[in-house]
């Protein structure tokens, strides 16, 4: 499996690359922004990129998603959750101060346990709202991609619109049943691992007590 994460935006948003190597198939997670960077990367890897997986609807998540679907021809799927805060990015990012592109809409909806195939590779959608509505966390192959659900030492926050504190310890608890050596790739910071988290994360102690 190929994974490459590229730092992205103003934000510094990960946006990951992941293909299977014999068949060059590959996903997109969260083209946050410099969309010439990572198509070069797809270029380099010689990937036939099919899906755009948007994990949440934050628009440093999302900048580049219109380049990369132009480039690439790839699907953008989302969870219909999401739909309010996705179609309102490119305004967010004016707020922030930010301008971003226009953004197609999404050529599909994920749900719960949806399967997403990449080649030969298998990931399995989980919903894990409590940064936002509809945000969802994609695992498989012994990886999480945690949007901002989950960081290495922290979680999101829960104070932008859609946030939910309640909904975010369940979704905490949940990837915290995984087993322990899933490595987590996160939507802002460091690699880590399930593991590393229950035993080092700021939420663990409050988000795992009763
Ligand atoms: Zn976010
Ligand atoms: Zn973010």
Redesign the pocket.
């Known amino acids: 499996m190929i994974i490459r994460k590229l730092v992205v935006g103003p934000?510094q948003?990960n946006c990951y690359i992941i293909g299977d190597e014999k068949t060059k198939e590959a996903l997109i997670i969260?083209p946050?922004d410099e969309p010439d960077r990572i198509i070069e990367a797809v270029k380099k890897e010689g990937l036939n990129v099919t899906s755009i997986i948007c994990t949440?609807g934050?628009f440093?998540?999302m900048g580049a998603i219109g380049d990369i679907k132009r480039e690439t021809g790839a699907r953008v799927l989302v969870h219909k959750e999401e739909m309010e805060l996705y179609e309102a990015a490119k305004d967010q990012a004016a707020l922030w101060g930010y301008s971003v592109d226009d953004i197609p809409p999404p050529g599909g909806f994920i749900n719960e346990a949806d399967e997403i195939k990449v080649g030969s590779l298998l990931f399995k959608v989980l919903y894990t709202p409590g940064h936002s509505p509809g945000g969802i966390c994609l695992y498989g192959e012994g990886v999480v991609f945690t949007?901002?659900t989950l960081f290495h030492g922290s979680v999101?926050r829960t104070d932008f619109y859609g946030g939910n504190i309640s909904k975010l310890k369940e979704s905490f608890r949940r990837l915290m049943s995984l087993p322990e050596n899933t490595r987590v790739y996160s939507?802002?910071g460091d690699e880590t691992t399930i593991g590393t988290e229950k035993k080092e994360n700021a939420f663990t102690e409050e988000f795992m007590s009763n």
Do not use: P, Q, R, V
Request: glycine share 30%.
């Open positions: 934000l948003e969260d946050g949440h934050h440093d998540h949007g901002d999101g939507g802002h």
